[in-house]
Structures are given as C-alpha cells and as structure tokens.
C-alpha cells in the first residue's frame, strides 16, 4: 500500500469515527453513585441473598435478625468495623462470587439502606477491599460478642446511637 | 457558502479511497475481521459484563421449563419453583395473604422464578404464614437455588416463623418483590 493511499485511509476512518463520536456524545456514561455501576443489579442481589432475612426494606423487626434500615451505615465508622461487615459470614462466604458483584451490594446495603446513618466522607467498599477481608470470615466468632464489641467501638467513636445494641430499634420499628 | 462541507469533503475521500483499492484487498480485509472478532470476548471488558446473573434459557432449571401460570393451587405454577410446605392458596388463603387466624412471618425465604409468559426472572419471598396448626393441602417441595441443609439460609426447608407471636407453622405463601436483574 503506498503512503498516500493510507495516508487516504486515515482520513476515511477519521470521518466514520466523527460519525461514531456524534452519535455517543448525547449518554456520557453515568458516574458510579455510591460506589455502585449497577444499582440495579445490586438491589436484586440484596433481595435475593439477604432480602429474606433483613427485609427487602432493610428491616424485618419484631425477628431478631440486625435491622439495616437507617443503622448499618454507622459502621463504616473505622478501617475495623468496615471490615467487620465485609468478615460476616454469610457477606463473606456468600455465593456471589464477584468480589466488585458483593462489594456493590455492600455498597447498597450501607448506603442506600442505611441512609442517613453513613458517617460523611466515607468511601464505598470496591472488588480489592472485598477480596482481602472476605479472606478474614468471622467463621469461628462468637458473633453477638464481635458485634457488641463493634457496636461499642462504633458507640464511642462515631456517636452511634445506643438502640445499635438491640437487634432494632424498637421506637422506629414497624 | 459553506465554509467546511465535511460531508463533501468524506465523500470526496471514500470515492477516492474505493478507486484505489480492490475487491480482493477488501475481501482480505472482512477475512481477517472476521478471524478477530471472535477474540474480543477474551478481553477484560466483556468478561466483567459476565458478572451478571446467567438468564438464558440454557440456565434455566427443570421446574422452570414446565412451569405454567394458570393455576396457583398446583406446585408446578412459576412462582413456586423454591416453595416447601402447603400452599397458603389452597388451605383458605391465597397467593399472598395468609388464611384467617395465622399471622405473616416478616422474615421469608427468597427464590427467583422466571415467568414462562415473558421468558423473565422475577424475585419470590416465601413468606410463611404461622400461628396455626400445619394445613396439609398441596404439600410441594421445590428445590431451584437450595442448598443442603448445613447452611440453614439457603435452605427452604427451615420453617421462617421469625418474629411471629407462634412459631407453628400454616403454609406458605409466594409474595411478587419485583424482577431479578
């Protein structure tokens, strides 16, 4: 091929892609909110592996199953009771395979269930922090000890409220 | 006048650019496209979009290919493909209300079940209803996405009367949440 002719070349590609780049100007793709690229996916990941049990709302109050709604976000108070979260057993050990997968549904959980309760400044969980604390699986905890210890933690760092002590809280409940 | 016609000025290049080449060199050119194509699934991209839940209809389980969606008081209607116990629908009560005298369970066992009208999955709660001696009408077992019993919460056999004033045990009810990603 001579040098002119490709140089003839460049330049028609050079006007598809002019083509290509109007016609995708009009989405940008969608910045990530929460730390979350499918909000979808990982509302339906929730329901499907945790929604039984923590309500498809976040709470399932009067059951003695940790309510979310409006609370859990208060544990992304330190670097440990972030990853008291991810070390859950059944966070840790879930069938969601996909670390970035669970750690978007971690993103859901605290986030968006947890409202209000997230202290401000904090970052999401990505794929890598999932990966190296799902490692750690609070396998053989006693896990209300490792939950009180951390609701302490969180109490005394984060100004948790103290019905975190309580599976709900039985004022806003219901 | 027009200062820059790009429309002109591409036309004037391809028209060019179709006098110079051959058919051959383009004919070269689809062979080797085509021959590379099919690398392109190897790459990162595509295979992070592989996180996403298999639903086609290879993946779907022996129920869910002879689910039907006319009667709700036989175990093979979709939205049982996870339910354990006595159907709510037979015993008094219906598809998501609980019979007179038994109370809700707030917590449920979730399945999902694709919907053989429209080929989608759609998320189940089984929420049991409790309170009351078991009903033994339409007593189904189905198994899609259960686990063996050592890991109770991905198990349908456990009885979730959580939260309710008696843990006894009705039925069970097939509460619509919404689709499933």
């Known amino acids: 091929m001579s040098a002119r002719n490709r140089q003839y070349l460049l330049l028609a590609a050079g006007c598809l892609l002019g083509i290509a780049s109007y016609a995708s100007a009009g989405d940008p793709a969608p910045a990530p909110r929460f730390g979350m690229l499918d909000p979808a996916l990982a509302r339906s990941d929730y329901i499907e592996n945790c929604g039984g049990c923590h309500g498809v709302t976040g709470s399932t109050a009067p059951a003695a199953v940790p309510e979310l709604r409006g609370r859990v976000g208060y544990f992304l108070c330190t670097p440990e009771t972030r990853a008291y979260l991810l070390r859950l057993p059944n966070v840790a050990h879930s069938r969601i395979g996909d670390d970035q997968r669970l750690a978007e549904v971690m993103n859901y959980v605290v986030f968006v269930l947890g409202g209000a309760s997230a202290p401000p400044g904090r970052l999401p969980f990505d794929g890598a922090e999932v990966a190296r604390e799902r490692r750690h699986a609070l396998s053989a905890a006693n896990l209300t000890d490792e939950r009180a210890r951390n609701v302490r933690i969180v109490m005394r760092q984060c100004n948790g409220p103290a019905s975190l002590r309580s599976m709900y809280d039985p004022l806003h409940s219901r | ?181």
């Open chain 2, 1 to 181: 006048m027009k200062k820059f016609d790009a429309d002109a000025v591409c036309e004037k290049l391809l028209r060019k650019q179709a006098g110079r080449t051959s058919r051959r060199s383009l004919i070269s050119r689809l062979g080797i496209a085509l021959v590379a194509a099919p690398v392109f699934p190897l790459l990162p991209v595509s295979r992070a979009e592989a996180a996403k839940p298999d639903r086609s209809p290879e993946a779907k389980t022996a129920f869910a290919r002879s689910a039907q969606t006319e009667d709700d008081t036989e175990c093979t209607y979709w939205r049982y493909c996870a339910i354990d116990g006595a159907l709510c629908s037979c015993c008094g009560g219906g598809i998501h209300t609980c019979p007179a005298g038994s109370e809700p369970s707030p917590v449920s066992w979730v399945g999902t079940c694709i919907n053989p009208d429209n080929g989608k999955a759609y998320l189940i709660a089984y929420r049991d209803c409790c309170g009351k001696p078991m009903c033994n009408q339409c007593l189904c077992d189905n198994t899609d996405r259960e686990t063996q019993l050592y890991t109770p919460q991905l198990n349908n056999d456990i009885i979730w009367c959580f939260g309710t004033q008696s843990m006894q045990y009705h039925c069970s009810t097939a509460v619509l949440v919404g689709g499933a990603e």
